[in-house]
């Protein structure tokens, strides 16, 4: 596939974070996908990498041999690749920051202290500066110095045991099927760092920003957390359906397609027994009065559910769907959304070769024709290293 012209990827009108200058000291996932995303909106972004590189580049090789979280969440960013226990690079990056607007750091609890770099200490030498902590767990506690990983942070927070199927057990609980924890915390520490900068144009201070991942999928769990805590029951893990609404989930047409349907209120549910199932005494049946009588007789109303959709193929029960106005989706695989209509993609380099990648989910009218690509480690280390240098008089 041919590289798209380079001038059509200019942004179509200037864009919120020009002249804004991140340094970004990240690894993996949360903070770099947050600095992306600044990125896309025009900061430049100076990525600090170990020698060996961010591991996140070594996760696969599935992209044209890059990894397929690199391309995703790397792109527009330049690369220097430094030793910050080595008293000299350490001194680049501290002239770094004596210019950066923001600095966004996901290392070890405590490493950015050790070196001299933490949050408070930055601020006080440079007061418009704004920091962003990414953690696993927070400033303190008593698992302040886990180590947190997305899979990790989901068990921990309660996420995995309100997904997956039914029943008791390690093997019924489900993994969120992609990073989670670490996106939501990567777009928490956008909005935070978004907020900071809008501040600092009322105050001219910048701010600390504070994200944990475990915070992050906390504040997810929040309805499950509320309905225990104060209504005395956890929800029950119900696979492909939901906990406190009914019917509300997959079920199986005739020619084995899967369909998704949703009820959430009294009309639609009316037009549901009228439309689709054809079954309209069950507007008077007691066990399918309200919502709550319908989740309490839930095998019921599933298997009512259940046997009309069994009777007719997709296509029909579609048609049926669409006419009654029943929200409903597919049960799509990765490839099915790969061709899916409604999917949006911008091309990016990769390689010397260009490959869609899915579009941020806010569309704003500087979005350029394609993504910046990704850096290849260090690319940019020369070029940082002559601009950020010591000054002519240092010895």
Not at 73 to 85: Q, T, Y
Not at 377 to 392: N, S, V, Y
Request: include cysteine; proline fraction near 6%.
């Amino acid at each position: 596939m041919p590289l798209p012209d380079t001038a059509d990827a200019a942004p179509t009108a200037p864009r919120p974070l020009d002249g804004v200058l991140v340094v970004a000291l990240e690894q993996a996932v949360a903070a770099p996908y947050c600095s992306s995303r600044l990125a896309d909106a025009g900061a430049r972004v100076i990525k600090i990498e170990r020698k060996e590189g961010d591991f996140a580049r070594g996760y696969d090789r599935a992209v044209h041999g890059e990894s397929s979280y690199w391309v995703w969440i790397n792109r527009g960013k330049e690369s220097v690749a430094l030793d910050v226990k080595n008293a000299n690079d350490l001194a680049l990056l501290g002239r770094l920051l004596a210019q950066a607007d923001v600095f966004i750091q996901n290392l070890a609890p405590g490493a950015a202290e050790r070196l001299g770099i933490g949050s408070a200490a930055l601020r006080e030498r440079h007061p418009r500066l704004i920091t962003c902590d990414i953690s696993g767990y927070g400033d303190d506690g008593r698992l302040f110095s886990l180590k947190a990983y997305d899979l990790l942070v989901q068990a921990e927070s309660g996420l995995v045991s309100v997904s997956g199927a039914a029943g008791d057990g390690a093997e019924s609980l489900g993994r969120i099927g992609v990073s989670l924890c670490d996106i939501n915390a990567g777009l928490n520490a956008l909005i935070g760092i978004q907020q900071a900068l809008m501040q600092r144009e009322r105050t001219g201070r910048g701010s600390a920003v504070k994200v944990s991942l475990f915070g992050s999928a906390a504040e997810l769990m929040a309805v499950p957390y509320l309905q225990t805590r104060y209504g005395g029951k956890a929800p029950e893990r119900v696979g492909l359906k939901h906990p406190t609404i009914a019917p509300y989930g997959a079920f199986t047409c005739a020619d084995g397609r899967d369909i998704v349907i949703s009820i959430q209120n009294e009309r639609e549910w009316a037009d549901f027994c009228r439309g689709v199932l054809r079954r309209p005494e069950l507007l008077h049946d007691p066990r399918c009065a309200g919502n709550a009588a319908r989740v309490a007789n839930r095998a019921f109303v599933d298997g009512v559910v259940a046997d009309v959709f069994g009777s007719l193929p997709g296509a029909s029960m579609v048609d049926r769907l669409t006419e009654a106005q029943t929200a409903f989706g597919n049960v799509n695989s990765v490839h099915d959304l790969i061709d899916h209509p409604q999917l949006r993609t911008r091309r990016m380099a990769v390689n010397g070769r260009s490959v869609d990648v899915p579009v941020s989910p806010w569309g704003v009218e500087w979005d350029g024709a394609e993504f910046a690509p990704a850096p290849a480690l260090d690319a940019q280390g020369a070029a940082i290293r002559a601009e950020f240098g010591a000054p002519p008089d240092a010895s």
